[in-house]
């Protein structure tokens, strides 16, 4: 909305309703601070003492205008142009510069730069770097909130290039299925880096997609603070009696490089200059001076408050020593400690398959964890593909047990957010194949959370896996190797009943990420005496199932049947066979202690070999045992093809065959 030309000092027509003059000096000094950060930053960048600078400049009136409205206890989801959100929550300015000079008073001990980090304390959750999962994260905060039933609304950035990404979409039609409570703003500044809008999207508004999502939405100028705030303090508080998402399209402008580094060249200086016009903290001040609100007395004033905040909070960062460099602080920060607590089995037995395992230790869970949440593909009224979830809606009802769009990584994402929330969370992969669909929230969020700022995922990924049903290349992958090399996550791969029930439970007590293999072709084919009662058994420790002095066995999952089978048939072999269980943590102490007793080694593994488990292994073995061994360590694995579908070309992928063999030359080495 435009005023005529006769004050061309004020752009926007203001319309202040029913505010006192508190707020609004509340909201101009909202936006004076981070501005007046940003300039300081500038100087600093350009004389070395800060790297790398997301100018907010041009965009405060958003950050402020929402964190003013939300409570200081409703989560914000900030991206990098969002300085206002972090000082209105009043975080200490020191802390923010030692952020951005890594140092330890920062929020993730030198660990991630920038905006890269969240705090409990303040209820923000930054970003990582990639665009896109902060929606589905938005969305568990939201889920958990909408679960307490405490009418809490939480409100999540992007820029209008993030809007690209598949997982803005997934979360956006997540939240809209569930009427979740986020605020989802969308700062449209005109450039994605230097990408303008015409080469991002082709629609005239990104709120018009509302309509698509079912979701209402809204176009907010976001330059003139009274209209972000008054007309979010109209949504937020009809969001609160009446819980929904709402997809909100802030019109602004970046006024600076994408960077500081990258310039604007790319940028017609007549936009530059028409938006130099609509400036949101000089249009507000020469506003506030009209009404006779602020004067240039007490502008003078707050300017020199805020100048010398900073510089004293600089002189506090500039101050603490650089961090250390210390190896075992680093890798005890990778997982949240965890104290196992052994709950012992009971007398009661029943001999059941793996699948009905894992059914009853997920339900005995839910039973145990009354913050438990499962999410996944059909798992409701169907009970999943393989029902395992069964009969779980009638016992746990549908707010816990909630079947999901066809959207992995913003379901991943949204059991990230609940974890932040307080809440456990189950997602079940249709098939672990489809985790590919779910990698970057895996990797990036849930993997790296705790190291970078102390926040753990409480959240178990159930992937059911691997061949032998004729399921051909995409449903019969077994894929641990892509999570057992990201640190941050645990890695369970069970292959009997009793294990599954006792790992699964103690996957879900445990809270790190944890990928949970369930191999399909053991579902319904291996059977064992498992207790009736809830039960866990530690994650790490591998199981010696049989012993022997010739050689040591080494595998998991449907390897370690192969391997029993294979014993069974010739029983004249004296063998060590170790089901290693648990990937991540690995039990290095029993495949070291079983090595030195036997001297001989092989690693049989269903995956093929370049970069897997056993390759790794055989690593450390000759590391850690060279001198012990009387052969080469002998890795076992499939063909390096994809998975084939005819019966006949799979039974030649897997390695079944090719392990008999191999098993005989090196006991005859
Ligand atoms: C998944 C992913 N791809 C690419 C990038 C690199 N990148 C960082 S910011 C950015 C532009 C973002 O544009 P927009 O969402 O409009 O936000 P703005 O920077 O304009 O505020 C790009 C391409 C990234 N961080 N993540």
Avoid at 3 to 29: A, H, M, V
Avoid at 423 to 440: C, H, I, L, P
Avoid at 568 to 588: G, H, N, S, W, Y
Avoid at 628 to 653: C, H, M, Q
């Amino acid at each position: 909305m435009m005023k005529p030309d006769t004050s061309p000092q004020i752009f926007f027509d203001y319309n202040r309703k029913d505010l006192d003059d508190d707020t609004l000096l509340k909201l101009y000094r909202g936006m004076l601070k981070p501005r007046l950060i940003e300039e300081k930053m500038l100087i600093l960048l350009r004389q070395g003492k800060v790297s790398k600078w997301f100018s907010g400049i041009g965009q405060e009136a958003i950050s402020v205008g929402i964190t003013a409205v939300l409570e200081k206890d409703e989560y914000i989801l900030p991206m990098h142009r969002n300085l206002g959100v972090f000082t209105m929550r009043d975080i200490p300015l020191h802390r923010l510069f030692s952020q951005w000079q890594g140092k330890a008073n920062g929020f993730t001990k030198g660990r991630d730069r920038s905006f890269h980090f969240g705090t409990q304390e303040f209820h923000i959750v930054g970003m990582i770097s990639h665009l896109g999962p902060q929606f589905g994260v938005a969305d568990g905060i939201a889920l958990g909130n909408k679960l307490k039933e405490n009418n809490k609304v939480c409100a999540v950035f992007t820029g209008e290039g993030g809007t690209s990404e598949g997982d803005i979409h997934e979360a956006l039609n997540v939240a809209s299925v569930w009427q979740l409570p986020v605020l989802f703003c969308v700062e449209n500044n005109g450039y994605g880096l230097s990408t303008p809008t015409n080469e991002q999207y082709n629609c005239e508004n990104i709120a018009d997609r509302g309509i698509g999502y079912g979701m209402e939405s809204h176009i907010i100028e976001g330059n003139n603070i009274l209209e972000v705030y008054t007309r979010l303090k109209d949504l937020v508080e009809s969001m609160r009696t009446n819980p929904r998402p709402i997809l909100l399209e802030f019109k602004t402008f970046r006024m600076r490089g994408h960077e500081e580094a990258s310039g604007t060249k790319y940028v017609p200086t007549n936009l530059i200059d028409e938006w130099g016009l609509r400036d949101p903290l000089t249009n507000f001040e020469n506003y506030l001076l009209d009404e006779g609100v602020l004067s240039e007395v007490k502008i003078e004033t707050f300017k020199t408050e805020f100048k010398n905040e900073i510089d004293k909070n600089l002189d506090i960062a500039f101050s603490e020593p650089a961090i250390e460099f210390n190896k075992t602080i680093e890798l005890n920060d990778v997982y949240k400690p965890f104290e196992y607590q052994e709950i012992a089995e009971k007398q009661n037995k029943e001999n059941i398959r793996l699948i009905d395992a894992i059914s009853q230790g997920l339900k005995q869970s839910m039973e145990r964890h009354d913050n438990l949440i499962i999410m996944g593909q059909d798992v409701a009224e169907y009970g999943g593909v393989f029902k395992i979830t069964e009969g779980f809606v009638e016992q746990f009802g549908k707010e816990r047990v909630r079947n999901t769009p066809i959207c992995e990584s913003a379901i991943i994402s949204t059991g990230m957010g609940l974890s932040i929330n307080g809440f456990k969370a189950v997602v079940e992969m249709q098939f672990a194949d489809f985790v590919t669909s779910g990698f970057n929230p895996i990797i990036n969020y849930l993997a790296k959370s705790h190291y970078r700022w102390n926040e753990n995922a409480d959240v178990v990924v159930r992937m059911p896996c691997g061949a032998g049903v004729g399921a051909g290349p995409f449903h019969s992958q077994t894929n641990e190797a892509w999570f057992t090399h990201t640190p941050g996550l645990k890695v369970v791969y069970p292959a009997f009943p009793y294990d599954a029930k006792g790992l699964l439970a103690t996957s879900i007590e445990d809270p790190n990420p944890v990928l949970f293999f369930e191999h399909k072709a053991l579902y319904r084919s291996i059977r064992q005496d498992v207790p009736t009662d809830y039960f866990t058994l530690p994650l790490g420790k591998a199981s010696l199932l049989k012993q022997g002095e010739a050689i040591t066995i080494i595998s998991y999952g449907a390897g370690v049947h192969w391997a029993l089978e294979t014993l069974e048939q010739q029983p004249e072999i004296k063998a060590d066979l170790i089901d290693l269980r648990t990937l991540m943590p690995l039990d290095t102490e029993a495949i070291y202690k079983s090595v030195k007793k036997t001297g001989k080694v092989i690693i049989l593994q269903e995956d093929s070999m370049f970069g897997s488990m056993a390759s790794d292994i055989s690593a450390l073995i000759m590391e850690n045992c060279f001198e012990y061994l009387d052969a080469p360590v002998k890795r076992v694995g499939s063909l390096e093809t994809p998975i084939p579908f005819a019966a006949n070309l799979e039974a030649g992928y897997l390695p079944k065959e090719k392990f008999k063999e191999i098993l005989l030359d090196l006991l005859s080495y």
